[in-house]
Antibody, heavy 123, light 110 residues
Framework: EVQLVESGGGWVQPGGSLRLSCVGSGFRFDNYAMHWVRQVPGKGLEWVAGISWTGKSIDYGGFLIGRFTVSRDNAKSSLFLQMNRLTVEDTALYFC????????????????WGQGTQVTVSS | QPVVTQPPSTSGTPGQRVTMSCSGSWSNIGTNRVSWYQHLPGTAPKLLIYSNTERPSGVPDRFSGSKSGTSASLAISGLQSDDEADYFCAVFDDSLNGPLFGGGTKLTVL
């Protein structure tokens, strides 16, 4: 079955850290760029980060200011998001998303999504 | 900060045709390709339309997309009860150098 399965979400206090993981199956994971997208309660979707198929090209949403790090392990068909110095504004449902191409490009789209993993930042 | 705007809600009756809009600017919709997604809360969002008008295999032809200038639209004909979901658009923004999402439109089938 073609799918993406996220894990690693949970509750954390402000200033804390979490590491999200995503495992892809049913497709050639190492052929495609991958992204993290989050859905903040009461707001729309927000692109968090994207990584090319090789992992050599990485981009982040402008709001992050260096707090998050995206990485991938193609041998394990896995995508990761290390989140540090979390704030209450980072509370969201985080989706792992497959790109239609091998790197971020204006002509691409998102053709496979996971169900998301919930991150709650609260004291 | 660039934004892409969708009406928060719309509704229709079974069999009816509904349309929903996605409004942006020249740095996003005016220049790049729009995609549309269907999302039922608690499930994975599903790609409905890409490259403004193209349907992935498996998506019924009841779903169609269009684009004109800095706006795009999704139309659903022959509305069915299981079409009730959130629909959002996405497009690359040149000034952000990244993807931008609309806030989503909640479709209610009456």
């Amino acid at each position: 079955e073609v799918q993406l399965v996220e894990s690693g979400g949970g509750w954390v206090q402000p200033g804390g850290s979490l590491r999200l993981s995503c495992v892809g199956s049913g497709f050639r994971f190492d052929n495609y760029a991958m992204h993290w997208v989050r859905q903040v309660p009461g707001k729309g979707l927000e692109w968090v980060a994207g990584i090319s198929w090789t992992g050599k090209s990485i981009d982040y949403g402008g709001f992050l200011i260096g707090r998050f790090t995206v990485s991938r392990d193609n041998a394990k068909s896995s995508l990761f998001l290390q989140m540090n110095r979390l704030t209450v504004e980072d509370t969201a449902l985080y989706f792992c998303v497959k790109d239609s191409g091998d790197s971020k490009a204006a002509s691409n789209h998102f053709d496979l999504w996971g169900q998301g993993t919930q991150v709650t930042v609260s004291s | 900060q660039p934004v892409v705007t969708q009406p928060p809600s719309t509704s229709g009756t079974p069999g009816q045709r509904v349309t929903m809009s996605c409004s942006g600017s020249w740095s996003n919709i005016g220049t790049n390709r729009v995609s549309w997604y269907q999302h039922l809360p608690g499930t994975a969002p599903k790609l409905l339309i890409y490259s403004n008008t193209e349907r992935p295999s498996g998506v019924p032809d009841r779903f169609s997309g269009s684009k004109s200038g800095t706006s795009a639209s999704l139309a659903i004909s022959g509305l069915q009860s299981d079409d009730e979901a959130d629909y959002f658009c996405a497009v690359f923004d040149d000034s952000l150098n990244g993807p931008l999402f609309g806030g989503g439109t909640k479709l209610t089938v009456l």
